[in-house]
């Protein structure tokens, strides 16, 4: 199978003042198209960190990060904000919708972007929407829904553009269990649908077990690196 | 780039924030308002100047002379035109008998032909046909009202009693400022002679008004007359030069305004600055989501440019609609001041000009936390951090945006100015303040947080903290309100430094009433009626005319016609009114030399004293001759001493002091200054010597006290009128900034409450941070207005500043209520709502 993601020798460290702390400590893995993976490891290990430099959100201090195809590290901000456009899906913790726009309207954010034809993305978001179940609250401001409505707004917007790779960041975090669980299963079954690959970045346990692949961090490093399904351990490299 | 997009966004974004942006553009409607009102004004003046050209002079040309023209003038004036109107001016007492009160006034007789072009406006306004045929009088119609005058009364001038045919309204070229100096009363030319006031004493001013035959090259008379100036000693006014003063007047004054309604416009950008600065940081999240489903930097930044675009050109439009209208009332302001009648139109240039201003100064203000957009990372999607917008921009970025700023402020006053150097002082003045007021802020803001005593209640502490907390409004209001109450405090206290230096009313022992043109056989008879009255007699000065005839050996004409000469002309071509005496005065002191008291020998030079400012104007020093002309004899002198004179007092004051013993017996005449106790006797002795000796002219000192006060009070109402707007701008950034911080305030609040505040408790938290900041904001501005004043007075008025304390006690109880006040509305509606729908409310 071919690798959507690819990091070699990724590092990244944060100066403050004099003091440097490197969160990511030279990383290499590679992940495959249509695979399921889960970043895991205790608060402060470089989960977040190691998600935006995959993602194109930051730089690297070093090493190399290839996100379906094209080496980003190397792009410029606008440059990587084209590809995030076109082939990468977000879901974040805290939701990140828009305030100002309501639930449709966020959903239609990445495809209008693109400069496409309102009517098509309209139809294509009010879909997205209906199959996450709010097919009836396209109209309301993030501040009318609840967190989980809220997840489910960004859910589908992270899927309108069709991207070739989803990244969310402990999508059920801020939601209740029940929620939660109902949350996992739509990003399980948008991913299964559409073929996307997924990478995940959780500190719970259940949700990284239901992907095909768990790397485990520690101190900025890839402590393990093992395949769900199968029950094979890889170490990173 | 996808414009459509962006363009869908901005709207989008900008719904739930609408209200919040009227603020931030109520800022840019008033500055533009000011703007549109105060260009619109000027065109239409102008205008006006242009329609009414010949009516400004009421003839094609004057000419105007201190003495008879001489026949070779006359001979000239003949030659163009046979149409010419004459008028003889002077200042004399006018007796009205029926009320028994004689004031001075600017008498004007005049040949019937006058005016050529326009009307004398009257009442009824058929009088000023009637007037000459009835040997009648036409009074000032304000003093008519003032002194419950009807048509039939009389008013007496020296010696002749004229029947009240009319009231004046307005004269060809005059404004109601001309009536500032004392009412005028014109009366028919034909019989002046027979007042009795022509050989008195008084000063006349003889005017000729000539209407051009058609045809007459009106360059080449200009040119003519300016050739016979000189040697003939005139003055001439055409309508074109009377057209070009006029105008030129308007345009400083216009130019003046404007500056101050530019202020207005650039507190407005600060607070568009400060605004889109909140607004920004309030957009980091929703940029940095937008950048993460893949917005370029330039998307990003354009949805915010849109923004403040259209915010700024939608206030712009408001603002220029909004001044059009208020410039129909700008002439009920300025009437008084300006002689033609003002006829009002739309300029569309001047909404045009607005507009642009608007809009540039909206964008040019938002760019600085606008380019920050560009700077936002998607990363912080994933993290949530407090960003400094400021330290994102590029060192080069934010020098290149400040100076295109101060170029463009230099520019627009440079184009007001007319003057570059005016311009760049005023960007300079305008800086300092700007950068002490910052700098103020920036101390209060570290004070407040270094100083704040543990032991203080938690309120207070609160209170305080608010002071320098993140969203803090101390800088913004620092700014925006000190710098209107800077400038508006100014006026105030320049008006009441003016005021003060003449205002001698109730201080004992200074004069309050003046007679002068006293000649010599009347002295000893005034002097009885003032003590017939128990008024004290403080001054009884002689006076002596003379003019200069040689300085330094050098002939007066001679200086005059040299081009290289340093001595002014006025100095060298007045008529001096000088006099005699053995000893310095309180109002003077000696600054060099000697000061000889008295001379006795004739035919050798005499020593004299001269006035320190007219030795500079002069060019002379101790020493020097001087030769007078004392009305027909040359009498030689030098100067033995210099003196400095206090002006500001209105005893009669000097240039020139010869010693006793040498001019007693030149033909003279008196200045007496005397103290009456109240208004009534200041009333009855001037009626008592008016009806004794009608050509002696009587200054009752309240009186010009009364009507400078009452024409300061006129001129600085209508800079403060075009002030005020800098006063409401800056309370609108002041609303505008404590709205955008109204979410930051309200989670406090309402987590305070969650936490069991009581209401009172968050409600005196409120009073406590806007009680401070008013108070700050109003020390501030008002020490800066007294630093400013203090300048003012040193370097523009050479009068030394002292501060009135009621003023400045007023307007700081002023400030800090409209500041609590405001600060106050800003947290309505937080105690009485539970605290999730306020938290939904304002998301």
């Known amino acids: ?237 | 780039m996808s414009w459509n997009w962006i363009f869908k966004m901005a709207w989008r974004d900008s719904r739930s924030n609408r209200r919040k942006l009227f603020l931030y553009m109520a800022a840019i409607i008033v500055g533009v308002a000011a703007q549109v009102a105060i260009t619109s004004f000027r065109v239409n003046l102008n205008e006006s100047i242009g329609n009414q050209a010949k009516e400004l002079l009421g003839a094609d040309l004057e000419v105007d002379r201190s003495a008879p023209f001489q026949p070779e003038l006359q001979a000239y004036l003949d030659s163009l035109s046979n149409d010419q109107a004459r008028m003889l001016s002077f200042s004399s007492m006018a007796y009205f008998p029926k009320t028994e009160i004689a004031r001075l006034s600017q008498i004007m007789a005049l040949e019937d032909d006058f005016p050529y072009y326009g009307i004398i406006e009257t009442e009824p306004s058929n009088a000023a046909d009637q007037y000459i045929k009835l040997n009648g009088a036409l009074v000032d119609q304000s003093i008519m009202q003032q002194f419950d005058l009807t048509i039939g009364d009389s008013v007496k001038v020296g010696l002749i009693t004229y029947e009240i045919i009319g009231g004046i309204i307005d004269i060809p070229g005059q404004s109601m400022a001309n009536t500032f100096l004392g009412p005028r009363v014109i009366i028919p030319y034909q019989n002046v002679e027979e007042t009795g006031l022509l050989e008195r004493g008084s000063r006349l001013e003889y005017t000729t008004f000539v209407k051009y035959q058609p045809g007459t090259d009106s360059e080449l008379v200009v040119e003519e007359l300016d050739a016979m100036r000189d040697s003939l000693s005139f003055g001439f006014d055409d309508v074109a030069e009377r057209q070009d003063e006029v105008g030129e007047a308007i345009i400083y004054l216009s130019n003046f305004l404007n500056l101050i309604g530019f202020i207005a416009l650039l507190l407005g950008g600060i607070g568009v600055a400060s605004s889109i600065f909140v607004y920004v940081r309030q957009k980091i999240s929703t940029v940095a989501v937008l950048r993460c489903m893949g917005a370029s930097s330039n998307q990003a930044l354009m949805i915010y440019l849109i923004q403040a675009t259209a915010m700024g050109f939608v206030g712009s439009l408001i603002g220029a609609i909004a001044g059009t209208v208020i410039q129909l009332y700008l002439p009920v302001l300025v009437q008084d001041f300006i002689p033609v009648d003002i006829e009002l139109f739309i300029s569309w240039s001047s909404v045009g000009i607005g507009l642009i201003t608007g809009v540039a100064i909206s964008v040019l203000f938002a760019l600085i936390p606008l380019l920050a957009v560009r700077k936002i990372s998607p990363l912080f999607t994933l993290r949530s951090v407090q960003v400094n917008l400021l330290g994102l921009l590029k060192l080069s970025t934010k020098t290149l945006l400040t100076v295109i700023v101060v170029l463009g402020v230099t520019g627009y006053a440079w184009i007001m100015l007319l003057d570059l150097v005016a311009a760049v002082f005023f960007t300079l003045g305008l800086t300092i303040c700007l950068l002490l007021l910052a700098g103020f802020a920036v101390l209060i803001m570290k004070a407040a947080r270094r100083f704040i005593p543990s032991g203080l209640n938690y309120e207070w502490r609160q209170g305080l903290a608010n002071l320098y907390r993140p969203n803090n409004q101390t800088t913004t209001l620092l700014l925006t309100f000190g710098l209107g109450v800077t400038l508006i405090s100014s006026l105030y206290l320049t008006q009441d430094l003016l005021i003060g230096t003449i205002d001698f009313e109730g201080e004992e022992d200074l004069p309050n009433l003046a007679f002068f043109d006293i000649q010599y056989d009347q002295n000893d008879g005034v002097n009885e009626i003032i003590a017939e009255n128990g008024v004290e007699l403080i001054q009884n000065v002689p006076i002596v005319t003379m003019r200069l005839q040689s300085l330094k050996g050098r002939d007066v004409q001679e200086i005059l016609n040299d081009t290289n000469r340093v001595a002014r002309r006025w100095a060298l071509n007045r008529e001096y009114r000088s006099t005699y005496r053995d000893s310095l005065v309180e109002t003077e002191t000696l600054d060099q030399g000697e000061f000889i008291s008295e001379f006795n020998t004739f035919g050798e030079a005499v020593p004299i004293s001269m006035e320190k400012e007219l030795m500079g104007d002069l060019s002379l020093e101790i020493g020097d001759t001087l030769v007078w002309d004392v009305q027909g004899i040359p009498i030689e002198s030098y100067i033995t001493s210099v003196r400095v004179v206090n002006w500001q007092t209105p005893q009669p004051n000097f240039f020139v002091v010869f010693p006793a013993g040498i001019l007693e017996q030149a033909p003279q005449f008196f200045a007496t200054t005397v103290n009456t106790t109240s208004k009534d006797i200041t009333l009855k002795l001037q009626r008592d010597i008016v009806l004794a000796y009608p050509n002696v002219s009587a200054i009752d000192v309240g009186q010009i006290v009364g009507t400078l006060r009452d024409f300061l009070d006129r001129v600085t109402f209508v800079i403060q009128f075009i002030g005020l707007f800098s006063i409401i701008t800056g309370l609108i950034v002041l609303a505008g900034s404590a709205a955008t911080s109204r979410f930051q305030r309200i989670r406090e609040s309402v987590l305070l409450r969650t936490l069991g505040a009581m209401q009172k408790q968050v409600v005196r938290i409120q009073i406590i941070e806007y009680a401070f900041l008013g108070i700050i904001a109003a020390f501030i501005g008002l020490l800066l207005s007294l630093g400013s004043t203090a300048l003012i007075g040193y370097f523009y008025f050479d009068i030394e500043f002292v501060p009135n304390f009621t003023i400045l006690g007023i307007e700081v109880v002023i400030l800090i209520a409209l500041v609590l006040f405001i600060g106050l509305m800003n947290t309505r509606g937080i105690h009485s709502k539970p605290p999730l729908e306020i938290l939904r409310q304002e998301a």
């Open chain 1, 1 to 237: 199978m071919t690798k959507i993601l690819e990091v070699k020798e990724l590092t990244r460290v944060f100066k403050s003042g004099t003091r440097e702390l490197t969160v990511v400590n030279n990383i290499n893995f590679g992940i495959e198209e249509g695979t399921t993976c889960a970043i895991v490891g205790p608060s402060g290990s470089g989960k977040t960190t190691l998600l935006g430099l995959c993602a194109g959100l930051d730089r690297p201090t070093s090493g190399v990060v290839n996100l379906t195809g094209t080496t980003i590290n190397s792009l410029s901000e606008d440059e990587r904000a084209t590809v995030r456009n076109k082939h990468v899906g977000f879901v974040f913790q805290t939701f990140q919708l828009v305030p100002t726009l309501t639930a449709l309207e966020n959903v239609m954010v990445p495809l209008e972007l693109r400069g496409e034809a309102t009517s098509g993305v309209r139809k294509r978001a009010i879909e997205l929407l209906t199959e996450v179940g709010l097919g009836d609250r396209v109209h309301h401001y993030p501040t009318q829904l609840s967190g989980g409505e809220q997840q489910r707004v960004a859910i589908a917007r992270a899927f309108i553009n069709q991207p070739k790779i989803l990244f969310a960041d402990e999508p059920t975090g801020n939601l209740d269990t029940e929620t939660g669980e109902h949350i996992e299963e739509l990003i399980f079954n948008l991913n299964k649908s559409e073929r996307t690959t997924l990478v995940l970045v959780t500190h719970d346990i259940e949700l990284a077990n239901k992907c095909d692949r768990i790397i485990r961090l520690k101190n900025g490093k890839v402590e393990s690196d093992e395949l769900v399904s199968i029950n094979e351990t890889e170490v990173a490299g």
